[in-house]
């Protein structure tokens, strides 16, 4: 019945359309929306920065130069110097590599756990779904930022517990979207197909519902990666985690917000501009990502 | 026909651009509806009926527009209106009535308020009159107790009578035309013979014109004047309803003819000359595939179905405050989805399941393939009583793989993650013997081949497959295992009928050669007929009657059963 309701080019319906490979499919969801590009150009310019930034930079960012302390923009230093003279576009690169280990961690960590979490609640309903369910709005029920602050502060001060409050924060925004995306495939024709073909109910979860919410998931992966950065950048800001003098943004941003009223504007913005580059281009991914995960899409 | 026609539609091309260029869905058709005329527009789907519809009232997506043409409705050009003109013109002029009524409604909205706001849109009535026009509006379509059902939402009212509040919003206007896209499709044969009726006697008192999309040459034939065939999205035929069913011109009409389960036919008749099954002959022969059916002789008891109940709780009543407080009575009288049945299938037998929505045919299927667990009753399978095995724990036992079905919906039934190949090989692997990545793929080309699909296509994912391809997916991942019992849950409701015709000859064919019994779920009396031995007639979750297909459809014993068969419209024999 829905094959005639939708409105659609009569050909494509009769002749199945043709299988199409990654990568043009990639090439075309770029074509179809050249935001997208800019944002995987973004991306792999962090990456980049991530991988390779310490090697690359000019200046080794711990160095510091008090003869040179607090000179702005200029040709040898393109950001200027901080107060003990180092180098802020060395800083800025090389920080990427620590703000964006602590992202990718804590996001890879709630992806498995929260997104599990979720699944298994939203596919066998009963007890578990309650569990996970008070779980979350346990977390919810606090100002995340607090909440984060508090963790850090009780487990102790280091980047692997900024990893684990961010985690934490996130835990709730993971389960509620794979427990939503699994309860309304449970009863799915496909799901009710495979348990005929003698599937146990795990097997049809981590086979039939697991990569069937991907696509979602993947999207969002990466609007939380945006604020997993935001929030260890804030975290250090305000003195937790990540110790002076490791470059981190956080970090810059806080030493350089003293100086901003004598008129030494770049110590904070450049790293500030990091940052919200950053968050932008992770928020900008999360539709291209969608496009590119989703086989539906690929037609 | 003297009178200038009141719709008149010249060689109106509607284009669509996607992802591969430009494509035409309605290549230059011509159409012209006269004032008081009923025109059936019929076509399967991509035929580009719908389309022309929504060209015809400007609702078309964002991807489509009209390249060339001219529309003119009553003196106005339709194509050049401005966006206000048509917003004026649509409800008040010319109105739609949508497949999905439910859709069609504001579910959290009065039917009665719903009818108020299209009256005082199109100021047929001020807020004063309007509570007594929208009830008037309701009593015309032959809603009993309007006063009542104007409180009603949506939820709360059948499918039926939705339509008929959609009819009511449809008409509130007196408009000139009326456009029914699939008006009755996933409505009851008695449902729809109600709001056919109700369509065409309304429309007839107020002199308006029709323009009936369907898919249903029966349909079409009983309720229009006359009838135009598109196929691909062109004309291809256009002629008085009686002439086009004694005297098809087009070959498109005569296959989609051949194609309509009717009365006196056979399987075999539904195929257009020449058409073969399968694309390979089998080693087995062609035992069932040639002449008539020749009806296995029907050996013991496969399956024997005892007294069988579903039982499931109604929600407590009481006021909102009492259900949130959990004070709410639970209801005493819990509901009987399936109410004390009992049939048997013998081997080699197709039996059908035949009842409307609601009568329990579904939740029998589900209980007979162990995915739900009975209230009550005993299902003997080769003498087991298999409805003592939890559901949940049916996937290990050893029947699992000889119970099968296939899904009404190909697409919702396939992951949109596995190819065609890894769902047909998913039985085997969880429960077959064949080991090793070749020996998997060779019997997977074989059971696609024996389903008649291009063994090319299995590495294929479902959405890019047509719906009849799918079907077949389904039902060879249905018969990896060689299941002794395959339930078929209206397998080819959402198929074209000439698809449809193909696919049931497949499962005939298939059924002869690998001896299995099916039991056939389905609205649809006229494919019983072709394709089952015996018939269970089911309503309210009992058996009204059961008997072998010709006792049953022939000569029937029960009122109800009468009622169904003669709800079906038939084209002119």
Redesign the interface.
């Known amino acids: ?5 939708k ?13 199409t490979s990654l990568l043009a499919h990639a090439r ?1 969801i770029v074509a179809e929306n050249p935001v997208t590009g800019f944002a995987f150009a973004l991306f792999a310019l962090i990456v980049l920065a991530a991988l390779l930034g310490p090697s690359l930079v000019p200046y080794d960012p711990l160095a510091s130069n008090t003869s040179a302390a607090l000179q702005g923009p200029s040709a040898s230093h393109w950001f200027g110097t901080d107060q003990l003279g180092r180098d802020i576009f060395s800083r800025v690169v090389a920080a990427t590599r620590l703000d964006f280990s602590i992202a990718v961690t804590s996001v890879a960590l709630v992806f498995v756990l929260g997104g599990l979490a979720g699944v298994t609640a939203g596919f066998f309903g009963g007890w578990v779904d309650t569990l996970v369910g008070r779980i979350a709005d346990t977390i919810m029920a606090f100002p995340l930022f607090v909440l984060a602050m508090g963790i850090v502060a009780a487990l102790g001060n280091s980047v692997t517990n900024i990893v684990i409050a961010t985690a934490i924060i996130n835990f709730p925004l993971y389960a509620r979207v794979a427990r939503a995306e699994a309860n309304i495939r449970r009863e ?3 799901v ?10 795990w ?1 049809l979860l981590l ?2 519902i697991v ?2 919410i991907m696509p979602i998931m993947a999207v969002q992966m990466s609007l939380t990666m945006g604020y997993a950065i935001l929030n260890a950048a804030g975290l250090s800001f305000i003195g937790l985690g990540v110790r002076p003098p490791t470059p981190e943004w956080g970090i810059m941003v806080a030493e350089g917000a003293s100086f901003i009223v004598s008129g030494e504007w770049w110590v904070a913005l450049f790293p500030g501009l990091a940052l919200m580059t950053a968050v932008f281009c992770f928020n900008l991914l999360g539709d291209g990502v969608r496009d590119l995960v989703d ?2 899409r ?2 | 026909m003297s009178a200038p026609p009141l719709l008149d539609v010249r060689k109106l091309t509607v284009e669509f651009a996607t992802r591969r260029g430009t494509v035409q869905a309605v290549k230059a058709i011509d159409l012209s509806v006269g004032k008081g005329e009923t025109v059936a527009v019929v076509g399967e789907s991509g035929s580009g009926k719908s389309v022309t519809s929504y060209a015809m009232v400007r609702i078309l997506d964002r991807a489509g527009r009209i390249a060339d043409g001219s529309i003119s409705f009553s003196g106005v050009d339709l194509v050049a209106a401005s966006e206000a003109q048509m917003r004026d013109l649509r409800g008040r002029e010319i109105s739609m009535i949508f497949q999905n009524p439910r859709a069609a409604l504001n579910p959290i909205r009065k039917v009665g308020r719903q009818i108020e706001d299209v009256l005082v849109q199109h100021v047929q009535a001020t807020r004063a009159t309007a509570r007594e026009k929208a009830i008037e509006a309701l009593e015309k379509v032959r809603i009993a107790r309007p006063e009542e059902r104007y409180d009603a939402y949506p939820f709360e009212l059948s499918g039926g009578m939705c339509q008929r509040v959609v009819i009511a919003l449809a008409l509130a206007c007196q408009p000139q035309l009326l456009i029914a896209d699939e008006p009755t499709t996933g409505l009851d044969v008695t449902t729809q013979k109600a709001v056919m009726d109700l369509i065409v006697e309304l429309t007839r008192e107020r002199g308006m014109s029709t323009i009936l999309i369907t898919h249903d040459l029966g349909l079409a034939a009983a309720y229009s004047d006359r009838v135009v065939v598109m196929e691909k999205g062109r004309v291809v035929e256009t002629a008085g309803a009686l002439d086009i069913f004694r005297d098809p011109q087009h070959p498109y009409t005569r296959k989609l003819m051949k194609a309509t389960p009717r009365l006196g036919m056979s399987l075999q008749d539904l195929l257009p000359d020449g058409r073969e099954v399968r694309e390979r002959p089998s080693p087995e022969g062609e035992a069932g595939a040639a002449g008539s059916p020749a009806r296995s002789p029907l050996g013991p008891p496969l399956l024997v179905v005892e007294n069988l109940v579903k039982e499931y709780p109604r929600p407590p009543k009481g006021s909102l405050l009492a259900r949130l407080t959990g004070k709410a009575e639970p209801e005493a009288q819990p509901f009987r989805a399936v109410d004390g049945i009992g049939f048997e299938v013998r081997r080699g037998e197709t039996l059908g399941l035949v009842g409307e929505s609601g009568c329990g045919k579904s939740t029998t299927s589900m209980m007979l393939n162990r995915l739900l667990d009975p209230t009550a009753g005993r299902i003997l399978f080769d003498g087991q009583d298999i409805g003592a095995i939890p559901a949940k724990g049916f996937a290990a036992s050893p029947f699992r793989q000889r119970i099968q079905m296939v899904f009404q919906d190909p697409t919702d039934s396939l992951n949109p993650r596995f190819t065609a190949e890894r769902a047909i090989a998913d039985p085997i692997l969880r429960m077959g013997k064949i080991r090793g990545r070749a020996a998997l793929r060779a019997r997977c080309e074989e059971l696609a081949r024996s389903v008649g699909l291009p063994t090319e296509l299995i590495d294929r994912f479902p959405h890019q497959l047509s719906g009849g391809q799918k079907a077949r997916v389904g039902i060879a991942r249905a018969i990896a295992l060689d299941p002794d019992l395959v339930i078929l849950d209206e397998p080819t409701a959402a198929l074209d009928v000439s698809v449809q015709a193909v696919v049931l000859n497949l499962l005939d064919e298939l059924k002869q050669r690998l001896g299995m019994s099916y039991i056939f779920v389905s609205h649809d009396l006229n494919v019983v007929r072709l394709l089952c031995d015996r018939v269970v007639v089911m309503r309210s979750g009992r058996i009204v009657e059961q008997g072998t297909a010709e006792e049953v459809l022939g000569d029937p014993k029960a009122a109800y059963t009468r009622e169904l068969l003669s709800a079906i419209p038939h084209p002119p024999a």
């Open positions: 019945m829905n094959e005639m309701s409105i659609e080019p009569a050909p494509l319906r009769f002749e199945a359309p043709p299988a075309h799915a024709g496909f009710q197909a495979a348990r005929l073909s003698g599937n146990s109910e097997r086979t039939q990569p069937n086989p539906q690929r037609n």
